[in-house]
């Protein structure tokens, strides 16, 4: 079946800072790839996606490419805020019914 | 539009004891999921509607789950005869699949404790 692996345990690191999450996932088919995001208190959001191989998605300075040879969707940052400290799910949709089926998720601490 | 929105927010029950939850999609939304996440864990699909048709169930819902989407518009999550183990985030997200808008929009969830 379809499933996400997003690399292990929470991320620190200072304002300013390049921040990678690491997404990897197993799929049949073409499915479409999600980053959502929940910060503290409040309920999942998306942060970005894409569709298809070789898709970029982009929002907020973060991107993430949709790579079917290695499949992969790693999420990068160039230069982290505290007002990013959240935590963050790789997730992606059965081509179907488009349930979405989620890693994990990384915990990043954003310190001053 | 106001959202997905999600009702109540938090639910504190005894063991044994039967609860519902509701969720309000955002209208014209066609399409209806619900999904459980347990500390530490990412969401996990337990089933979705379209319209008022139930259309796939997850191996996680067992008999003492029951969802209804009689309207097409809201939809209820009742379980029955609680257990700890039910004790999770119970979220909701909504989708129009009449277009070739993928993104399903969650609610804030509802988080149920079971004593």
């Known amino acids: 079946g379809n499933s996400v692996t997003q690399m292990e345990g929470p991320v620190t690191l200072s304002e300013e800072a390049f921040l990678t999450i690491n997404c990897t996932y197993t799929a049949t088919g073409y499915p479409s790839l999600f980053w959502y995001v929940q910060y503290p208190g409040e309920g999942l959001q998306l942060l970005l996606k894409a569709t298809k191989a070789d898709d970029k998605g982009s929002n907020k300075g973060f991107e993430a490419t949709y790579r079917k040879e290695t499949t992969s969707f790693h999420l990068e940052k160039g230069s982290v805020q505290v007002s990013d400290s959240a935590v963050y799910f790789c997730a992606l949709s059965d081509s179907g019914n488009n349930r979405l089926a989620f890693g994990k998720g990384n915990q990043v601490v954003v310190i001053p | 539009d106001t959202g997905v929105s999600q009702d109540p927010r938090h639910k504190i029950t005894k063991r044994g004891q039967n609860v519902t939850f509701r969720c309000d999609p955002i209208?014209?939304?066609?399409?209806l999921y619900w999904y459980r996440q347990t500390l530490g864990q990412g969401p996990e699909f337990l089933t979705y509607?379209?319209?008022?048709?139930?259309?796939?169930k997850s191996r996680l819902l067992s008999d003492r789950f029951s969802a209804e989407r009689p309207k097409g518009s809201f939809s209820t999550l009742e379980i029955q005869r609680t257990e700890q183990g039910d004790s999770a985030m119970y979220l909701c997200?909504?989708?129009?699949?009449?277009?070739?808008?993928?993104?399903?929009?969650f609610g804030p969830g509802t988080r149920l404790l079971v004593l």
């Open positions: 997200a909504s989708r129009d699949n009449r277009g070739r808008e993928e993104t399903q929009y």
């Open positions: 209208s014209e939304h066609n399409r």
């Open positions: 509607f379209q319209n008022e048709a139930q259309l796939e």
